[in-house]
Nanobody, 126 residues
Framework: QVQLVESGGGLVQPGGSLRLSCTAPGFALDNYAVGWFRQAPGNWREGIACISDSGRRKSYEGSVEGRFTISRDNAKNTVYLQMNSLKPEDTAVYYC???????????????????WGQGTQVTVSS
């Protein structure tokens, strides 16, 4: 399985924005759907956004829809997550993964997926 690398996290004030990036060094992502997931302390990992291999189909979990935008630039082998209007409850470690199972606002990792990267920490606090 592909090892993805997340970056772009940081500390931001409520209402602020961040853009996360997901890359796959040495591997072409353009044939794969990609999902963004996050895990806050004490919580299960949850799926929040999903994009098809072509980029034409996207889906979002309800709490981020309208605030977050997933996109991809296959020429740069990168998937992005633009996060606007950030809230303290968005604080989490964010991960990306290939082969997500996306059914409307329900976004889950592929069963048995175990190639999670280090993730990138997003902290929303004043």
């Amino acid at each position: 399985q592909v090892q993805l690398v997340e970056s772009g996290g940081g500390l931001v004030q409520p209402g602020g924005s961040l853009r996360l990036s997901c890359t796959a060094p040495g591997f072409a992502l353009d044939n794969y759907a990609v999902g963004w997931f996050r895990q806050a302390p004490g919580n299960w990992r949850e799926g929040i956004a999903c994009i098809s291999d072509s980029g034409r189909r996207k889906s979002y979990e309800g709490s981020v829809e309208g605030r977050f935008t997933i996109s991809r630039d296959n020429a740069k082998n990168t998937v992005y997550l633009q996060m606007n209007s950030l809230k303290p409850e968005d604080t989490a470690v964010y991960y990306c993964a290939t082969h997500p199972v996306c059914m409307g606002s329900s976004i889950d990792p592929r069963p048995g997926y175990d190639s999670w990267g280090q993730g990138t920490q997003v902290t929303v606090s004043s």
